[in-house]
């Protein structure tokens, strides 16, 4: 990762981006052992387009090829089930804004080391360079066409891109297999400090909903049968209980990063208790490189926090149609009418739920200087 992307990048371009020299033969596939190519279909049709325009995008100097590189400028780092997804739907409708070829590669928190799913043990690792290949829609973008300008100026140095993976906040769950386990139960290192040492000007968005309601939405989401009010409370009750148990040994902090608790809880529990894992970014990053917003309030008033989102990313003006465009089209990843059948989580259930993140919310509410985020009605 170090020896791929160097410490500085292209001046005159907001994006992070370099020139590195392509050593490859040019008449073959440079994408052939892309292992994001390589196990979805979906994917492999991105790739097509990208490997059919790859010999056009290299620059020629001194008798030697270079490809234009790119990270991201931004990251909408969370939370699952808060309106990522809504998020990012827009935000690829701003004309300066690019995103990853598709929305969630997870490479910093899973894919680098080997992980398509936990469960399913381990994999062959992603090498960095296949995470920068997800870049180079984008990046062609930002190059324009170099062969028609003596110059070799970049034709578009306003563009920037996002990566939305909703993992890269809180899911660190492979640092025990990776780590000496030897800081009592917490890991040693966070992807935030593997971010922060290639990206130290890094930008992050995230999105909070209701701890409550996201867990009962994360539960409808990814339940595969037999879903009901009832069933989510018996989930509930036995996560709670494993997470109460890890309390009696350990602190706060090693529960909700104990990959044990977190793979043994039939619901995910300790993706709702925010601060902790703001806390650690905001060890790492300034507080003014966050964005930090709630879905209630995207939910009601999408105008706004879309122009929070333009605000914080300093991007430029838009005409009424494309802004319209953006603000007006019916939300994304909404939840399916099965789902929405079932009805709400049983009085119980919220109100045991609701003791347990209450602690949690007033720390949030006190370091955010909001009280917004009690979530008190």
Not at 7 to 24: A, D, I, K
Not at 208 to 228: C, H, Q, T, W
Not at 267 to 289: A, H, N, P
Request: aromatic share 14%; proline share 6%.
């Amino acid at each position: 990762m170090f020896s791929v992307v160097p410490h500085q990048f292209l001046p005159g371009v907001r994006n992070p981006c370099w020139y590195e020299e392509y050593t490859g033969n040019v008449t073959s596939d440079p994408y052939s052992t892309n292992l994001y190519g390589r196990y979805s279909r979906r994917f492999r049709t991105v790739f097509q387009h990208l490997r059919n325009t790859f010999r056009d995008h290299l620059t020629h100097r001194s008798r030697r090829l270079y490809r234009m590189r790119c990270l991201p400028y931004f990251y909408i780092i969370g939370q699952p089930k808060c309106g990522t997804t809504d998020l990012y739907d827009r935000l690829r409708l701003h004309p300066d804004v690019r995103f990853t070829t598709f929305k969630e590669p997870h490479w910093w928190t899973r894919k680098r080391f080997g992980i398509i799913r936990l469960s399913e043990g381990f994999h062959d690792r992603y090498p960095v360079e296949d995470y920068l290949d997800l870049f180079d829609q984008a990046a062609y973008q930002i190059q324009g066409n170099l062969t028609a300008n003596t110059k070799g100026s970049l034709s578009h140095p306003n563009i920037i891109i996002g990566e939305a993976s909703a993992s890269t906040m809180w899911d660190n769950n492979a640092w025990v297999y990776f780590y000496d386990n030897t800081t009592e139960g917490e890991p040693p290192f966070l992807i935030q400090d593997f971010i922060h040492a290639l990206q130290p000007d890094a930008r992050f968005i995230v999105m909070l909903r209701d701890p409550v309601e996201r867990l009962y939405s994360d539960y409808l989401y990814f339940g595969i049968a037999n879903k009901s009010a009832e069933d989510f409370h018996e989930k509930v009750s036995e996560s709670l209980q494993l997470f109460e148990g890890c309390l009696t040994e350990y602190t706060m902090r090693s529960c909700v990063y104990n990959t044990t608790v977190n793979n043994a809880m039939p619901v995910r529990l300790q993706v709702g208790v925010y601060i902790v894992y703001l806390i650690d970014w905001l060890t790492v990053f300034s507080r003014e490189q966050f964005l930090i917003l709630r879905l209630e309030d995207h939910a009601s008033n999408r105008k706004y926090t879309m122009h929070k989102v333009f605000d914080f990313l300093s991007l430029g003006p838009l005409t009424k149609e494309i802004e319209s465009e953006i603000t007006r089209s019916p939300a994304s990843n909404t939840r399916r009418p099965a789902d929405k059948n079932l009805g709400p989580m049983l009085p119980i259930t919220k109100e045991i739920l609701h003791d347990f993140y209450s602690p949690f919310n007033q720390k949030l509410a006190k370091v955010l200087r909001n009280d917004s985020f009690l979530w008190e009605k």
